[in-house]
């Protein structure tokens, strides 16, 4: 697929899909989210991109869906764009792939819920974020409402969406919506060394564990530990996990080799 409004780049055992619409602040459309949708399939086929990193060209992750598109939509139109967008965080969300955000800036309304859609979130001290869409007259429609209050409880959820306020990188980090703030010129570098951390680990123990994480969070507590139990017990027979526990051993570095199922 020909890319207009991403860009893809690949460096070892990282994919990074850098949304490039600076003239808008990358506000995504249609076009745009499917394209990622796409970097996305791209590089969860990979074998060698246990990492994918989602960040913005400029000053800006996201700052929201593009509001001169969603104005001339009507109800129909609007229930598709909700449809794709929900079903592209999705694949972000569950791709065996770790999804890392790097957010440069700006990440509101579609941009908080790109970045919500990914494992971890690393976030510039310039970062803003929020859910503004009822300012609008218009509520989150890529899966924002229940993505948000799973990260940060419903309480809180509800007074930012509710409210439509933007916080600052130090209140998400605050209420749990990122993972780490860093300064600006130090992002990518950041978000590179956590890849490497992951990179560094068991790769089928840690798609197992993103598997397990996802399925185990909207479960049961029963149910989420029998995922748990299962998935604990079959890493026993790989060769991995004979590996690292032969490497902790021996006092070395595990030699990974990748599996068939890549």
């Known amino acids: ?91 972000i969300e569950h791709t065996e792939r770790v999804t890392i955000a790097a957010v440069n800036g700006f990440a509101l309304g579609s941009g908080c819920e790109i970045a919500m859609a990914c494992d971890i979130r690393v976030a510039s001290e310039k970062a803003k974020f929020g859910q ?31 409210t439509g306020d933007i916080i600052d990188a ?26 490497q951390k992951i990179i560094a680990a068991g790769p089928t123990a840690v798609r197992v564990a993103k598997t397990v994480l996802n399925r185990g969070s909207d479960a049961p507590m029963a149910t989420a530990q029998s995922y748990e139990m299962e998935a604990f017990s079959i890493l026993f027979s790989t060769s991995e996990a004979k590996e690292g526990m032969t490497a902790f051993l021996e006092k070395r570095k595990p030699r990974w080799v990748p599996d068939s199922n890549g």
């Open 170 to 195: 130090q209140e998400a980090f605050r209420i749990g919506l990122v993972n780490t703030v860093v300064p600006p010129e130090t992002l990518m570098d950041a978000t590179r060394a956590m890849a």
């Open 132 to 162: 503004p869409e009822v300012k609008l007259g218009l509520i989150p429609g890529h899966a924002g409402t229940q993505r948000l209050a799973r990260l940060i409880g419903l309480g809180k959820a509800k007074e930012l969406i509710f």
């Open 1 to 91: 697929m020909e890319y207009k409004n991403i860009i893809i780049t690949t460096e070892p055992g990282v994919g990074i899909v850098t949304i490039n619409r600076p003239d808008v602040l990358n506000a995504v459309n249609v076009e745009t989210i499917v394209e990622i949708e796409h970097a996305i399939r791209e590089f969860s086929e990979k074998k060698d991109v246990p990492v994918i990193i989602i960040t913005g060209a400029g000053k800006s992750f996201v700052s929201g869906s593009d509001i001169s598109r969603l104005v001339k939509m009507d109800a129909l139109q609007a229930r598709e764009y909700s449809a794709i967008g929900q079903r592209v965080l999705t694949l």
